[in-house]
């Protein structure tokens, strides 16, 4: 059973800096492809950030271009996202997802806060 477990989020002031873990397990981590999503307030989900299994190519959503850096450790099982210059606008709930291929990310995490003050 694919398990995703996040941590790391909290309260932090505008320009501020938040690292995101996600410890994974139940299934071949370095066989899926991984990412970050995120929901805000009153809206809906959006793709943050992803690790594409077919080519191990890097993506990001534009707002947080610069800003924010995924990595993933698979001796660790873990899936990372680095969040620096955070602004208020970057307030959600952000989820781990994964799966077999590039774009169902199917299975998610619990998601953690991250609420940012100006």
């Known amino acids: 059973e694919v398990q995703l477990v996040e941590s790391g989020g909290g309260l932090v002031q505008a320009g501020g800096s938040l690292r995101l873990t996600c410890a994974a397990s139940?299934?071949?981590?370095?066989?899926?492809?991984v990412g970050w999503f995120r929901q805000a307030p009153g809206k809906e989900r959006e793709g943050v950030s992803c690790?594409?299994?077919?080519?191990?190519?890097?993506t990001y959503e534009d707002s947080v271009k610069g800003r924010f850096t995924i990595s993933r450790d698979n001796a660790k099982n873990t899936l990372y996202l680095e969040m620096s210059r955070l602004k208020p606008e970057d307030t959600a709930v952000y989820y781990c997802?994964?799966?077999?291929?590039?774009?169902?990310?199917?299975?998610w995490g619990q998601g953690t806060q991250v609420t940012v003050s100006s």
């Open positions: 690790i594409r299994i077919s080519t191990g190519s890097i």
């Open positions: 139940g299934f071949a981590f370095d066989d899926y492809a």
């Open positions: 997802v994964t799966d077999s291929d590039d774009y169902s990310f199917g299975s």
